[in-house]
């Protein structure tokens, strides 16, 4: 048996998510099936994060166990064949640690959002970026940013359905800028509550439109009471980035 | 009557090209149904460049004669709704002189073409790029595309239908640049012949992999001959990038 470490780019659009659903396609079920397409078995692959419906990869980490012999290169080739014509793309492939896991072993994960900031909606990037039409101001969304990096209680920036055992939780970086037409935020924590990047970056995106001042920010993060949220970005512009291990 | 100037961004992925065609959607006949709904009026909208199925806009330039008046701000906003949910997005629109011509003033046209060079295909920029799985050189890329800048008869580089006059063209620009795992080849000139920068394009990946030398995109060029060329990339990795007028 050999434990494999995968990181994989995928275009959220056409699944319902990373995880398994009985109701829709999903990543970890084309992952799986092509998988047991390849070599007869029937394993489970654990990724870093449980991305939603719509919500992209540029480098998810995931493992699988695999009894049968293979090269790093013939899987994964294998199983971008076989995964076609779905857009999931296995970019590298390495043996890791029997005891290594993608998700227990993970110490840092990171998101992109990317907020397409101008007047004419998106065509070639659409489904991939949040269009927001009227100019938003960075520096405030800067300053509304700098009130929730650090340890808080993000009560307020958590969906009902969020099953973290607590809402105590470290953000290390939050990072707005502007990039040509775009917005990006990026995002990086040890681990983060269901809906946390998407509740933040919709209350950013108020700061930016001038609708809540920075300070709201921190007035919403210390009611830790969901209904002091302004509202969840959408899945469109989130990306989750990459996952940190310990060496 | 007023003559509009449109900025068009496009997916080129849906389309059988810029221009109206029996057999398939257009980005030609998506606008002018959208404009004919905004205004009852049937009429042209004319490029600086006919894009062929597959290949996207940046920043395509056109014009077209509205008798009706409108502002600027709603003649955008109306065919941006109602070209949905194609992806077609109107940039920027702004009133010309009548004797104004997108594709007759225009002095100059733009392209940009992308390669993705790395081994795994492509997920999220599925279509919009041109999958090259083997490291390519960059350097030898190069040497060969200077040789194609100046003014040369691009015989060899031109499709059987084409309908320009004359294959003697001036080309201006063709820069290759690694930027990150993709490859981007940026060319300039007044005019192409039909297929040229796709026909560039594959001779200098063929060059790029080490099955041709720089010196052979000179023979090809010399020979005057199609049947020299070496292949066309593929659609998926071009856009029109820009057109220049006199000001």
Known sequence: MTRWRLIIEYDGGPFMGWQRQD??????????????????EQ?????????????????????????????????????????????ISVLEIEPVADDWHARFSCTGRRYLYRIL??????????????????????????EGAAMLVGRHDFTTFRSAQCQSDSPVKTLDVLEVERSGEEIHLRSEARSFLHHQVRSMVGCLAMVGRGQWAPQDIGKALLARDRAALGFNAPPDGLYFAGASYPE
């Open 43 to 87: 394993a489970p692959v654990h990724a870093a994060g449980r991305t939603d419906a719509g919500v992209h990869a540029l480098a998810m980490s995931a493992h699988v166990d695999v009894s049968r012999e293979m090269t790093p290169r013939r899987l994964r080739e294998g199983l971008n064949a076989l995964v076609r014509p779905q857009p």
């Open 23 to 40: 109701h829709g396609p999903s990543v970890q079920q084309t992952l799986e099936e092509a998988l047991q397409q390849m070599t007869g």
């Open 117 to 142: 900031n101008r007047r004419a909606p998106a065509a070639l990037d659409r489904g991939r970026v949040w269009h927001i039409p009227v100019d938003l101001d960075v520096k405030a969304m800067r």
